[in-house]
């Protein structure tokens, strides 16, 4: 009896990649893979499967083959493909929109607080991706050029994230934040007095209690597998400011990983950090917190530097964010306070 032929299929945490997993039942004649995989993925497009063989993204047990190769019995194929913007409906926007660097393949923004980054349930307009298309309409090469996400930040997080203007750059960037070769490094402002350096991993995903939050689970019976360094940058009392090195990159994964330890990130509406979590009911300092949340209205987090390799020169880059005008306010604020014990 042949074995059953196994298409396992896994959206990247941020949904924007898809990751196919075939193993070759024992009774595989030889074929071309671009044709086996044209009639497994019967979704996918000829050429999205070229483009990922350009790439380097089809691979047989580990290892990138030419769209030539002849499938074999038992053999292990993965391939990975992106969600191309440009399929989606989206409408241009005159959004105003921070550039820290532009070529003719990326794009690296400072991205703002309230803002989402794609169109999606309940965020059709307004969008990251409406005003980065703008933007590119405007330039010389008009309509050549089109957003593609590589990965994403949530609404309220600020900071340098990057974006493709090609195919190319988008599997390129991709298979990079796949393979966890970029280096994200995030600054955070949580509740409490964090005393030391520290890693945390745990799985995380969505809470079986509230699908909308996620949370961490220990055992490893739900979730994916997440790990994030975190290191003191100063301890203001009620209050710290963390740096946060992402190994992988989940969703929430900073929120969630830093709640699990006991220090909640400051205003985080979601997770319950827009509460007073640290210092005493002394009715000044209640005052003092609540101004505080006035400000900075939105989870304390800030992604500081990004790093990673150039799609066409190979050269290795890396970008800096000055920290928010909000979280700097906070800062001096706390630096500031009286102590209230």
Same mark, same amino acid.
């Given at each position: 009896?042949?074995?059953?032929?196994?298409?396992?299929?896994?959206?990247?945490?941020?949904?924007?990649?898809?990751?196919?997993?075939?193993?070759?039942?024992?009774?595989?004649?030889?074929?071309?893979?671009?044709k086996f995989l044209v009639d497994r993925l019967e979704k996918t497009s000829r050429?999205?499967?070229?483009?990922?063989?350009?790439?380097?993204?089809?691979?047989?047990?580990?290892?990138?083959?030419?769209?030539?190769?002849?499938?074999?019995?038992?053999?292990?194929?993965?391939?990975?493909?992106?969600?191309?913007?440009?399929?989606?409906?989206?409408?241009?926007?005159?959004?105003?929109?921070?550039?820290?660097?532009?070529?003719?393949?990326?794009?690296?923004?400072?991205?703002?607080?309230?803002?989402?980054?794609?169109?999606?349930?309940?965020?059709?307009?307004?969008?990251?991706?409406?005003?980065?298309?703008?933007?590119?309409?405007?330039?010389?090469?008009?309509?050549?050029?089109?957003?593609?996400?590589?990965?994403?930040?949530?609404?309220?997080?600020?900071?340098?994230?990057?974006?493709?203007?090609?195919? $190319? @750059? +988008?599997?390129?960037?991709?298979?990079? #934040?796949?393979?966890? *070769? /970029?280096?994200? &490094?995030?600054?955070?402002?949580?509740?409490?007095?964090?005393?030391?350096?520290?890693?945390?991993?745990?799985?995380?995903?969505?809470?079986?209690?509230?699908?909308?939050?996620?949370?961490?689970?220990?055992?490893g019976s739900h979730g994916k597998h997440a790990v994030t360094h975190y290191k003191?940058?100063?301890?203001?009392?009620?209050?710290?400011?963390?740096?946060?090195?992402?190994?992988?990159?989940?969703?929430?994964?900073?929120?969630?990983?830093?709640?699990?330890?006991?220090?909640?990130?400051?205003?985080?509406?979601?997770?319950?950090?827009?509460?007073?979590?640290?210092?005493?009911?002394?009715?000044?300092?209640?005052?003092?917190?609540?101004?505080?949340?006035?400000?900075?209205?939105? $989870? @304390? +987090?800030?992604?500081?530097?990004?790093? #990673?390799?150039?799609? *066409? /020169?190979?050269? &290795?880059?890396?970008?800096?964010?000055?920290?928010?005008?909000?979280?700097?306010?906070?800062?001096?604020?706390?630096?500031?306070?009286?102590?209230?014990?």
């Amino acid at each position: 009896m042949m074995d059953d032929l196994l298409d396992d299929l896994e959206k990247d945490e941020d949904g924007l990649f898809e990751h196919h997993r075939i193993v070759a039942d024992k009774g595989q004649g030889l074929v071309r893979i671009d044709k086996f995989l044209v009639d497994r993925l019967e979704k996918t497009s000829r050429s999205r499967i070229q483009d990922a063989h350009d790439g380097g993204f089809v691979k047989v047990n580990g290892i990138s083959v030419k769209s030539s190769y002849k499938i074999k019995p038992h053999d292990i194929i993965t391939i990975e493909l992106p969600y191309p913007v440009r399929e989606l409906e989206i409408l241009p926007e005159n959004i105003p929109i921070d550039i820290l660097y532009e070529d003719e393949d990326l794009l690296v923004i400072n991205k703002p607080m309230n803002m989402v980054v794609h169109p999606g349930h309940g965020n059709y307009t307004g969008t990251l991706v409406n005003a980065v298309l703008y933007h590119l309409q405007q330039t010389p090469a008009g309509e050549k050029h089109r957003p593609g996400l590589v990965h994403r930040l949530d609404k309220h997080t600020t900071g340098v994230m990057v974006m493709a203007k090609t195919d $190319q @750059a +988008l599997q390129h960037l991709g298979k990079q #934040f796949f393979d966890r *070769t /970029t280096d994200r &490094r995030y600054q955070a402002i949580v509740w409490g007095d964090v005393l030391q350096d520290g890693t945390i991993a745990g799985n995380t995903g969505r809470s079986l209690q509230d699908r909308k939050v996620f949370t961490v689970f220990p055992d490893g019976s739900h979730g994916k597998h997440a790990v994030t360094h975190y290191k003191v940058l100063e301890r203001l009392h009620y209050v710290t400011l963390v740096e946060c090195k992402l190994e992988t990159g989940r969703t929430h994964q900073i929120r969630v990983h830093m709640k699990y330890i006991g220090h909640t990130l400051f205003g985080d509406l979601e997770y319950g950090g827009d509460k007073i979590l640290k210092g005493t009911t002394f009715p000044k300092y209640n005052q003092f917190v609540q101004n505080c949340f006035q400000i900075l209205p939105r $989870q @304390a +987090l800030h992604a500081k530097t990004l790093a #990673f390799d150039h799609p *066409t /020169t190979g050269a &290795r880059m890396e970008f800096d964010s000055p920290l928010s005008q909000d979280m700097t306010e906070i800062l001096n604020r706390f630096r500031n306070i009286q102590t209230y014990s």
